[in-house]
Antibody, heavy 122, light 114 residues
């Protein structure tokens, strides 16, 4: 079964850091670009960033709201994508989803994890 | 950034009737070199992650019922549910993936049963 499982969420104080993991199974992880999308409580979806597959350089792109604070990386040997979140702000409070980029589309997300909640509060 | 604006914000439709959701982008998401619209539609039910319904503006994802269809080109797009079923109650989002520097979602449309 194709699956994504996020972990690492929790309560963190403003200004602190947190690292989320997205563990993939059921497909060849290294062949796919991966993305992170977040959803604040009761709000809509906000794209956070993505990482291309190694075949396309493994480069990253980020939303302006997290540029310079968040870093996406990947370990293809472990089938894990990471979201390192530094200098967290209260407005970063959200459910964070990882999503697989559908091959051939550049940016449609065909597989999603169940999400992990991040609460930034003092 | 490309801004995606959906209308209406909420919609109530009777079972078996047609539901139509619109999505407008602030600039064209049609890539001229391949004549494809970089536009997707998602369905999100309460407590669940989003589910991909449509990509390339009109290509139905595998396993999605054929009552769901997407249309439009350039800046104006529509998601149509031809005959509303109870399980279609959800929030629907459009998303552009034309700009690889910044993907953006619409604000969402809440679909309910009348």
């Amino acid at each position: 079964e194709v699956q994504l499982v996020e972990s690492g969420g929790g309560l963190v104080q403003p200004g602190r850091s947190l690292r989320l993991s997205c563990t993939a199974s059921g497909f060849t992880f290294g062949d796919y670009a991966m993305s992170w999308v977040r959803q604040a409580p009761g709000k809509g979806l906000e794209w956070v960033g993505f990482i291309r597959s190694k075949a396309y350089g493994g480069t990253t792109e980020y939303a302006a709201s997290v540029q310079g604070r968040f870093t996406i990386s990947r370990d293809d040997s472990k089938s894990i994508a990471y979201l390192q979140m530094d200098s967290l702000k209260t407005e970063d409070t959200a459910v964070y989803y990882c999503a697989r980029v559908k091959q051939g589309t550049q940016g449609a997300f065909d597989i999603w994890g169940q999400g992990t909640m991040v609460t930034v509060s003092s | 950034d490309i801004v995606m604006t959906q209308s209406p914000d909420s919609l109530a439709v009777s079972l078996g009737e047609r539901a139509t959701i619109n999505c407008k982008s602030s600039q064209s998401v049609l890539y001229s070199s391949n004549n494809k619209n970089y536009l997707a539609w998602y369905q999100q039910k309460p407590g669940q992650p989003p589910k991909l319904l449509i990509y390339w503006a009109s290509t139905r994802e595998s396993g999605v019922p054929d009552r769901f269809s997407g249309s439009g080109s350039g800046t104006d797009f529509t998601l149509t549910i031809s005959s509303l079923q109870a399980e279609d109650v959800a929030v629907y989002y459009c998303q552009q993936y034309y700009s690889t520097l910044s993907y953006t979602f619409g604000q969402g449309t809440k679909l309910e049963i009348k």
